[in-house]
């Protein structure tokens, strides 16, 4: 048996994870097309290039088309499958979607070159993930379903045995633990993996965050124990918040049972691509020393890096930056109060935003933000274990009853009336679903992209008059 080669399987997240996590999502599409080919020979598993705060990110900073990014990288990619991160409900965006915009968004996602859908819920509320799972399905896509990994009372084997079973049901093609913050440990990697394996016969992915500085090694126990797919960056934007790197663990595993096969050569050659961006980054300030680092709190206080910083700046506006002990001591009881939710976006600042109010008034929850209401009201879905019932009290209205069916099950389909209003702006059938995640920024993009368009129209014209020389 020993003998046996089981290579682990490598997806790169340089386009997508990586820059979302060290730069706020900033590397434009002309920084990677000059690389595309290259990488497409590596043999990658899959290439994570776009979904997640890419599409907010193009039409809000970079003024670029999400969908025209993805079709380029997609002429591109000829040999290398291209996956993309999505919220569930919230497709990208940040509130619940009717059934026909996930349904549509997905079909668009598929149609323009994507592959592998990994499809997630802030609360692991599977009933959030039932739409853009069998919209995928339908359209030949690869439906992936990550699971939020988190640490508590409610999380126990037992508890992501019989998710993964659920989600197997469900007829996802494959299992993804999605340790957003850093928390999963080498050896509890071990028995995490060990115990899905009971539980499903679907290949395990693994995908962590460098922040606490243990991923490397987490990703050794987890491929011994027989995880079959690995998120990795390429070192120039590897480690501190984003992923362990590429390079790194294709050595671990070279001339073992695991060996990727991988390049090491033509991997060096991709990193020397992107080496001087990183520089340039550096010295623009839009990637900051701090975050190459490793942040332990992550592990003592299980709060993501994010979050901590969040909560830092928020103490600091109110001058009270001598309350950060205290609010740490809030966070784990305001997180019992609302379920226990992992803490990852939006559950992450619903939680440490409330901790905040919470000690800075004095009292527990005199005031209650919206967010922490819509949470209360069962709005974002079903968390793992109940609200306290007090609590929740103080989010609803007198007689209202909290929401338990799926949410979206109360939101009517919304696709043509989005259509309707914004329809003198409509270019591609993609624009309407770009308008639907983020109306205002859409709108933005949409009038700079006409302004661009007249621009080039005058060009020519004052060309064809001899105004310029040809």
Known sequence: MADVKKPVKI???IL????QSLIATRMPTEEMLPIVEKMDKVGYHAVECWGGATFDASLRFLKEDPWERLRKLRDGFKNTKL?????GQNILGYRHYADDVVEYFVQKSIANGIDIIRIFDC???IRNLETAVKATKKEGGHAQIALSYTLGDAYTLD???ETAKKVEDMGADSLCIKDMAGLLVPYKATEL?????EGTSLPIELHTHYTSGVGGMTYLKAVEAGCDII????SPLAMGTSQPATEVMVETFRGTEFDTGLDQNLLAEIADYFRPYQEECLANGLLNPKVMGVNIKTLLYQVPGGMLSNMVSQLKEQHAEDKYYEVLEEIPRVRKDLGEPPLVTPSSQIVGTQAVFNVLMGERYKMMTKETKAVLRGEYGQTVKPFNPEVQKLALAEGEEPITCRPA??????LEKIEAEMAQYKEQDEDVLSYALFPQVAMDFFKYREAQKTKVDAKVADTENGAYPV
């Open 16 to 19: 997508r994870d990586a820059h």
């Open 123 to 125: 609360l692991n509320d």
């Open 11 to 13: 997806t790169e997240t």
């Open 193 to 197: 993996v060990q115990a899905l394996k």
């Open 231 to 234: 998120d990795t960056a390429m």
């Open 83 to 87: 996956q993309m991160l999505f919220r």
């Open 409 to 414: 099950d109360l939101i009517p389909n919304e």
């Open 159 to 161: 508890y992501w045995k």
